[in-house]
């Protein structure tokens, strides 16, 4: 907070500044990396919340499960090889994502992390075909867990094994939260409209905040890695427009989730409002929300954004 002095800054009658004065001082951090010791476990519980009494409630609550796996996985996983600091210095004077997911590795702490899930994974009561995937994956040999890994590194998931690659997307968003949590956030720049800064990959939503740091400020919230990036509101996230901009909700919603839609590339994103609901997360809010997705069906928007829990819509 900074104390006014100067009669400019503060309106008639008040000895507090006036905020538009602040603007600059308060301007919203542009990135905000992920706490993968809260993250999933936070996420487990928001999804366990949003299963009461849901028409989606076993998938919500199925869902619920597999973010507890990926806590358990986060935490007793060795730690991920620290990114290159010559190449992350190298992708920012490129505006590049410092994370490059077209040359991903294994290494020791992915394959600890993907074997924990698995086998936290085996315990989950699930249903058949879900029960069916898993077996399948544990059955892959390298090359078909390596093609699964590129496929969801690629955000490109073949709907005939959707649920497949649920376990190596959720094993794969545990090791690149972790691996986005060792960058500096400061050091983040922009890389285009629609991509994470971190990893390079599309929002999963958007979500306009109620921090006294940033009020009212908007952040895209990246799929795999969790970062949040700062984004204006009333801006496609897809294409950047801010003409032919418009908001649709839920009938009876209470305003906490809407669909962006764009005129201008005929695509829509979820926006999240935490000051209507601080428990508000991504990832679960927006599974919960596919009663606003299967509306967008019957219209002329297609959704820009990815979730791998929520695909097919
Ligand atoms: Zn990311
Ligand atoms: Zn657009």
Excluded at 295 to 311: I, V
Aim: hydrophobic residues 45%; glycine residues 6%; aromatic residues 8%.
């Amino acid at each position: 907070m900074v104390r006014s002095s100067g009669p400019l800054s503060s309106p008639p009658g008040s000895v507090f500044p006036d905020p538009s004065v602040l603007e600059g001082v308060t301007a919203p951090a542009f990135a905000h990396l992920p706490d993968p010791a809260n993250l999933f476990a936070r996420r487990a519980e928001r999804f366990a919340r949003l299963a009461q009494g849901h028409p989606l409630g076993p998938y919500l609550s199925f869902l619920a499960h597999i973010a507890r796996a990926q806590h358990v996985a986060a935490e007793r996983a060795p730690a991920p090889e620290p990114a290159d600091a010559e190449a992350v210095e190298r992708a920012r004077a490129h505006e590049m994502p410092p994370l490059d997911r077209s040359h991903f590795t294994s290494d020791a702490a992915f394959e600890a992390i993907f074997d924990r899930l698995l086998s936290q994974a085996r315990a989950i009561e699930k249903p058949e075909p879900a029960e069916a995937a898993l077996a399948h994956v544990l059955a892959a040999s390298d090359a078909e867990r390596g093609e699964m890994i590129r496929n969801v590194l690629a955000d490109s998931i073949p709907v005939e094994a959707l649920a497949e690659h649920l376990y190596m997307a959720a094993a794969l968003q545990v090791h690149f939260a972790r691996r986005a949590a060792q960058l500096d956030a400061k050091a983040l720049v922009p890389v285009g409209d629609g991509i994470c800064p971190a990893c390079g990959g599309p929002p999963v939503a958007s979500v306009v905040v109620d921090w006294p740091s940033a009020a009212g400020a908007r952040y895209c919230a990246c799929a795999l890695c969790g970062t949040w990036w700062n984004f204006v509101r009333v801006r496609c996230t897809a294409c950047g427009s801010t003409g032919g901009i418009a908001y649709q909700e839920m009938e009876g919603g209470n305003g906490a989730i809407k669909a962006e839609t764009c005129d201008a590339c005929h695509s829509y994103a979820k926006v999240l409002y935490l000051s209507k609901d601080p428990d508000l997360d991504p990832v679960a809010d927006d599974v919960a929300s596919l009663g606003l997705d299967l509306k967008q069906k019957e219209g002329p928007y297609r959704r820009s954004t990815f979730n791998p829990f929520l695909l097919g819509y």
